[in-house]
């Protein structure tokens, strides 16, 4: 059974990088029939895409992100991460990560417990 | 491009509640459309993805439709029940695979 689960520092300082790891369970994450994305959540906000991916494939960025944002994969502890530079208080959001499945489109299909990131000074 | 939902919705159970998810540019048509519903102090699960599709487990109580004439998408909840309650969020692509998540609606049963 298909497993995610996020983790992260909790509390950084403005201007520090973020780095989040997702760790899968249930699944090869250099499977080309596995997608993986990033989405956040604000506290008492909405969702926010940050980013999908499939291993060895093309990676896709929300615009508004993406001058701040690197994907990486460890296939041997089968982790994706995400590094987010320069973070502001803005920054502040409870992270998911998610895998997609395949319909006629990729759409988000199990989404980790989440971890959140507290950015403030 | 932005998808806009109503901030909220109540009824009571029993009832029907339809939420509305209108794109601001671009047909609502010419990429499909998925619902997220997200429990208080839960991760998102999927109730309707490619406009009208469940997920196996999802009851049939939930239905997605697709409106040209508004280029808006809807979801409806029928025969609505207290574990209903929760925030639902349509989300969409552009042309660029860019995602976007509507601006989400919470769903109050009375």
């Known amino acids: 059974q298909l497993q995610l689960q996020e983790s992260g520092p909790g509390l950084m300082k403005p201007s520090e990088t973020l780095s989040l790891t997702c760790t899968v369970s249930?699944?090869?994450?250099?499977?080309?029939?596995?997608?993986w994305g990033w989405v956040r959540q604000p506290p008492g906000k909405g969702l926010e895409w940050i980013v999908n991916f499939y291993y060895g494939g093309n990676t896709y960025y929300n615009s508004s992100l993406k001058s701040r944002v690197n994907i990486s994969v460890d296939t041997s502890k089968n982790q994706f991460s995400l590094k987010l530079n320069s973070v502001t208080a803005a920054d502040t959001a409870v992270y998911y990560c998610a895998s997609l499945k395949l319909g006629r489109i990729w759409f988000f299909d199990l989404w980790g417990r989440g971890t959140l990131v507290t950015v403030s000074s | 491009f932005m998808l806009t939902q109503p901030h909220s919705v109540s009824e009571s159970p029993g009832k029907t509640v339809t939420i509305s998810c209108t794109r601001s540019s671009g047909s609502i048509a010419s990429r499909y459309v998925q619902w997220y519903q997200q429990r208080p102090g839960s991760s998102p699960t999927t109730v309707i993805y490619e406009d009208n599709q469940r997920p196996s487990g999802v009851p049939d109580r939930f239905s997605g439709s697709i409106d040209s004439s508004s280029n808006s998408a809807s979801l409806t909840i029928s025969g609505l029940k207290t574990e209903d309650e929760a925030d639902y969020y349509c989300q969409s692509y552009d042309g660029s695979n860019e995602y976007v998540f509507g601006t989400g609606t919470r769903v109050t049963v009375l």
């Open positions: 249930g699944a090869s994450i250099s499977s080309s029939n596995n997608y």
